[in-house]
């Protein structure tokens, strides 16, 4: 297999528990979800390929999934929703240069019983999954970042936007720009726009959505993307590395250093959408975020303001409540790193009644 680069998620599995080891490098916020009852996490088995696990909320014995990715870059981005687990695809090539990137998409339910079926009625996959869409605008504009003469930052994240559509927000200190070739903007023919003097000596940064939509062709079992466009720009509030989350028609994006931005809709149409921040507070930054999968409702976790305070949530919107909580008031995981993390949020969102457990047949 691909060998990969760096880790996000690693478990040790135990002929008896699951245990996960060790934060991601940069100690970003956790990302967990919730499904039914169980929580889901994507885990990078001993070659570095990436397969889920998913274990009951109250339990201590979890099931490893089936493999659904290959990724050899950093950091790893996925996501639970429109009954879908969509994960990031990508590989190094031999110059230790990007050489794919692209998205996954996976029906949940199937997921959770072990199978990898791409879209409503087709076939569980045997090998290599097809992918949902390759992210041409990463590689277009990775090509322009060429011609810096400075380091060349990408930050980039996906965000599912509907059963079968996604936005990809790229955050970048570089210049030029990128067209879509053709009639059209879509950007499957894309054009390069070449940076100017000053660009390729300082770096400008920037902030691009774009979208794109894929249709599944069940006579040769593949998708048939539709191309991405650009979808809008937004201002830079940040320069670090983020995780993207959506409420309705906002945007959200959770930083590495556990801060929190809205890009909410514009009141208007042709409007740009203004980035705010929502949460920065430096002595109690986001540690973990969850993600009820049934009710589409994302709780972000707070660290203690002090040593020995009590560590709080609040549901993802544009004016947080804080929830204090005794983490000493449920029962704690026998996991430990991001899976424990994940377990123990999710068991205070159950006994706060934030997250239903299913009825018990």
Not at 226 to 234: I, Y
Not at 280 to 291: E, L, N
Not at 313 to 332: H, M, Q, T
Request: aromatic residues 10%; contains cysteine.
């Amino acid at each position: 297999m691909i060998s990969r680069t760096y880790l996000l998620l690693w478990l040790i599995i135990s002929c008896t528990a699951a245990q996960a080891v060790g934060p991601p490098p940069k100690q970003e916020p956790v990302r967990g979800a919730v499904v039914g009852g169980k929580v889901l996490l994507p885990l990078y088995d001993e070659e570095e390929d990436i397969t889920t696990w998913s274990q009951p909320i109250g339990g201590e014995r979890g099931a490893r999934g089936p493999w659904c990715s290959s990724f050899s870059l950093s950091p790893l981005r996925w996501h639970v929703g429109h009954g879908a687990f969509w994960i990031c695809d990508g590989q190094l090539g031999l110059d230790d240069r990007p050489a794919f990137e692209g998205l996954d998409r996976y029906e949940l339910a199937e997921l959770l019983k072990g199978r990898l079926v791409c879209a409503p009625g087709a076939k569980p996959a045997k090998g290599l999954p097809p992918g949902f869409a390759a992210a041409h605008p990463l590689g277009a504009l990775r090509t322009i970042a060429e011609e810096m003469e400075f380091p060349p930052v990408f930050h980039y994240d996906y965000l599912p936007a509907g059963r079968f559509e996604a936005k990809l927000f790229v955050l970048r200190n570089t210049g030029g720009w990128i067209g879509g070739g053709g009639e059209t903007a879509l950007l499957g023919a894309t054009v390069l726009g070449d940076p100017t003097e000053e660009e390729k000596r300082a770096p400008r940064w920037s902030l691009t959505c774009y979208s794109t939509r894929s249709r599944w062709d069940a006579e040769v079992g593949h998708w048939r993307s539709q191309g991405w466009s650009e979808e809008c720009k937004l201002e830079v509030r940040f320069k670090e590395a983020f995780q993207a989350l959506a409420k309705g028609d906002d945007y959200y994006f959770v930083t590495s250093s556990g801060k929190l931005f809205r890009a909410g809709k514009p009141a208007k149409r042709g409007q740009a959408r203004k980035v705010e921040p929502v949460w920065t507070d430096p002595d109690r930054r986001i540690a973990a975020f969850v993600t009820d999968a049934d009710t589409n409702r994302t709780f972000l976790f707070c660290k203690p303001a002090k040593a020995g305070g009590r560590p709080s949530y609040f549901e993802l919107g544009p004016r947080p409540k804080l929830v204090e909580y005794d983490p000493k008031s449920v029962k704690a995981p026998k996991a430990t790193g991001p899976l424990g993390t994940v377990l123990l949020c999710a068991r205070v969102l159950v006994k706060d009644g934030k997250v239903k457990l299913p009825a018990k047949k």
